[in-house]
């Protein structure tokens, strides 16, 4: 790379390139993006490299799944974190093999859309729902004026562009834009099982059911002891062994009855009761699915 920028490197073995990393840069394309815009990159190691601090990015070229080059990227590297060595001991704080360039890319290619050409508009819906799908379609034609728009599937709206309006699509869809629709929540519950966290939606409902949890819990403790020999007593020190049992069963437990059609505060609050951990909840909420008392549906990440 130094020859080709003029600088002979031939016949030099001094030379320590110990502070050249090798990285990948990845960036994402904003819709509409004209040439000559700018949008951020990420920079990340790829090998050995064990910062980025103070680093700068040559001239990169983008590449898209097709191969052409859609931006190129070069400029100084912003990192959040950094690391300290010493002899015996290593602080690092953040990530600092990963940084990020504010509008450290320029585009060059665009991706062409016309408007013009349009004669429907779909529209995908974030979280598919039969019912947020239907209700969008019908406050679409409400604030048209006139039967547009339909619900093709759980998640997709299409809007049929009229043929007074098929010269102003940018109009028709800011007037889109405005409409406000609730969107239906479905009962879920969502568990991650790594990190114990346990999200529960709005409207889960859970029938009458008891519940009760206990846990036995057997500790074990050994603290051996030393027999010592008197004075002048002929003989050796002896290690005795001792153990110390302790056995919980959960007996102060209770047993806590939820009624039908408790909301979500009520499932909680009962649950507490028990003094119930993540973990521990995680298997209740199961159990109640099996009994058939939980009206909702379980998702295990």
Known sequence: ???????????????????????VVTANLAPFALQGTRMDVNVSTLGDASSLLGGTLLVTPLLGADGEVYAVAQGSIAVGGFTAQGAAETVTKGVPTGGRMANGAIVEREVPFDFSQMHTVRIALRNPDLTTARRMAEAINLALGFPA????????????????????????????????????????????????????????????????????????????????????????????????????????????VLRPGVTLQDLVDGLNALGIGPRDLISILQAIKAAGALQAEITVM
Do not use: C, K, W, Y
């Open 149 to 256: 728009a339909a619900a093709s599937d759980p998640a997709t709206v299409r809007v049929t562009i009229p043929p007074a309006l098929s010269g102003d699509v940018v109009g028709l869809l800011t007037t889109i834009e405005q409409v406000e629709v609730e969107p239906d929540q479905p009962a879920r519950i969502v568990i991650d099982e790594h990190n114990g966290v346990i999200v529960i939606g709005a409207n889960v409902r859970v029938d009458e059911v008891a519940i009760a949890q206990g846990n036995l819990t057997i500790r074990i403790t050994e603290t051996p002891q030393v027999s010592q020999p008197g004075p002048f007593a002929a003989g050796e020190a002896v290690e005795v062994p001792r153990s110390d049992i302790a056995v919980d069963e959960g007996a102060e437990n209770r047993l806590v």
């Open 1 to 23: 790379m130094l020859e080709r920028l003029g600088v002979n490197t031939r016949g030099d073995a001094a030379l320590n390139t110990s502070n050249v990393a090798a990285v």
